[in-house]
T-cell receptor, first 114, second 112 residues
Framework: EPEVTQTPSHQVTQMGQEVILRCVPI?????FYWYRQILGQKVEFLVS????????KSEIFDDQFSVERPDGSNFTLKIRSTKLEDSAMYFC????????????FGPGTRLTVT | QQQVKQSPQSLIVQKGGISIINCAYE??????FPWYQQFPGKGPALLIA?????SEKKEGRFTISFNKSAKQFSLHIMDSQPGDSATYFC???????????FGTGTSLTVIP
């Protein structure tokens, strides 16, 4: 069964450093998402991406964040200057369509900012 | 503003019992209501989902009940098993995009 993959599984970085989280969505999916989950809290939407551009973003997704689909398979989330409060589990998801289509989630990348 | 409210925060059920988790929403434009199951260290996985044009959907031991007028929906797990022990999240989305608004999660423990 196809699945979303994410690398790395755990990333430790120092405050102020840039990090790039990588995702390989399911191959025939057209919509891509990033969510985050602070430990013990709910999953929060960050951004959605379609046709090589951002379609929606939350207020969490400020100028420190960017997304890119550098090739036909990868989807990345970059945090330019990490803060302590960016420590969370980051989930990538993909779906074939919008409005009622299942989003398939990856296993997540645990980001720890020290 | 919390778009989707979920209760209870935690739930302990005996094996074979019924687990019930409730969610309420505010935005009447929501048109898709999935339930996700998450095991520790894993990403959320879709369990079952419903659209507001039906009042109930059943898949195996899992049932969603949907009350459009009350803006509430619930997950019922029949014959709960220890393997069902996980965190359950309700969610909702509305067109034209597909941003999911998640509830705060329910930690379910099924005691053998």
């Amino acid at each position: 069964e196809p699945e979303v993959t994410q690398t790395p599984s755990h990333q430790v970085t120092q405050m102020g450093q840039e990090v790039i989280l990588r995702c390989v969505p399911i191959s025939n999916h057209l919509y891509f998402y990033w969510y985050r989950q602070i430990l013990g809290q709910k999953v929060e939407f960050l951004v959605s991406f379609y046709n090589n551009e951002i379609s929606e973003k939350s207020e969490i997704f400020d100028d420190q964040f960017s997304v890119e689909r550098p090739d036909g398979s990868n989807f990345t989330l970059k945090i330019r200057s990490t803060k302590l409060e960016d420590s969370a589990m980051y989930f990538c998801a993909s779906s074939w369509g919008t409005s009622g289509y299942e989003q398939y989630f990856g296993p997540g990348t645990r980001l720890t900012v020290t | 503003q919390q778009q989707v409210k979920q209760s209870p925060q935690s739930l302990i059920v005996q094996k074979g019992g019924i687990s019930i988790i409730n969610c309420a929403y505010e935005n009447t434009a929501f048109d898709y209501f999935p339930w996700y199951q998450q095991f520790p260290g894993k990403g959320p996985a879709l369990l079952i989902a419903i659209r507001p044009d039906v009042s109930e959907k059943k898949e195996g031991r899992f049932t969603i009940s949907f009350n459009k007028s009350a803006k509430q929906f619930s997950l019922h797990i029949m014959d709960s098993q220890p393997g069902d022990s996980a965190t359950y999240f309700c969610a909702a989305s509305n067109p034209p995009g597909n941003q999911f608004y998640f509830g705060t999660g329910t930690s379910l423990t099924v005691i053998p």
